[in-house]
T-cell receptor, first 112, second 115 residues
């Protein structure tokens, strides 16, 4: 079983839709949860950062962490064509899990 | 731009060639990383350097040889590569000592094709 599972997509939505991106994980030691956005031919850039459980909102983006279910989500409201990219979840913890463990990424296409 | 630059952006090499990838960070960070990104696979951590000292080698084959002369520069020397080594190689840096929860800033990557 992979430490982090993420549906690779592709996910295609119309402009203005609410997008839900998800990851599940198996290691209960993970404490830090991140979402990176990667445009084509670019490196990943940090989009959202959450410590432990709960929600975090930044503009049109909301990150949710449910540690009891080992499940994290990224919601994008009023999606725009400029949101078209690959979204990578990543997480890390303490001790032996200091490394940042990434999901495979979900390719999102927002159609105008 | 994130403050992390990588050169070259694209590289084609034969299996007997020797080449080097270069990464430079302009953020004043102390930790630098090499990752490999292959299609439909998660980013794979290769090496971590903290204050120029290698703190992690994630069982990377010896045909990949990293070098970190100072906290701002990181190299990946390549020799006798295999076609399966074709991938996007990403460099990243973080402010602290590479501990958990540190935000990593990525460069644009070098797209490597091994023929």
């Amino acid at each position: 079983q992979k430490e982090v599972e993420q549906d690779p997509g592709p996910l295609s939505v119309p402009e203005g839709a609410i997008v839900s991106l998800n990851c599940t994980y198996s290691n209960s030691a993970f404490q830090y949860f991140m979402w990176y956005r990667q445009y084509s031919r670019k490196g990943p850039e940090l989009l959202m950062y959450t410590y432990s459980s709960g929600n975090k909102e930044d503009g049109r983006f909301t990150a949710q962490v449910d540690k009891s279910s080992k499940y994290i989500s990224l919601f994008i409201r009023d999606s725009q064509p400029s949101d078209s990219a690959t979204y990578l979840c990543a997480m890390s913890g303490g001790g032996a899990t200091n490394k940042l463990i990434f999901g495979t990424g979900t390719l999102l296409a927002v159609q105008p | 731009e994130t403050g992390v630059t990588q050169t070259p952006r694209h590289l084609v090499m034969g299996m007997t060639n020797k080449k080097s990838l270069k990464c430079e960070q302009h953020l004043g960070h102390n930790a630098m990383y090499w990752y490999k990104q292959s299609a439909k696979k998660p980013l794979e951590l290769m090496f971590v350097y903290n204050f120029k000292e290698q703190t992690e080698n994630n069982s990377v084959p010896s045909r990949f040889s990293p070098e970190c002369p100072n906290s701002s520069h990181l190299f990946l020397h390549l020799h006798t590569l295999q076609p399966e080594d074709s991938a996007l190689y990403l460099c990243a840096s973080s402010q602290g000592t590479g501990g958990p929860g540190e935000t990593q800033y990525f460069g644009p990557g070098t797209r490597l094709l091994v023929l």
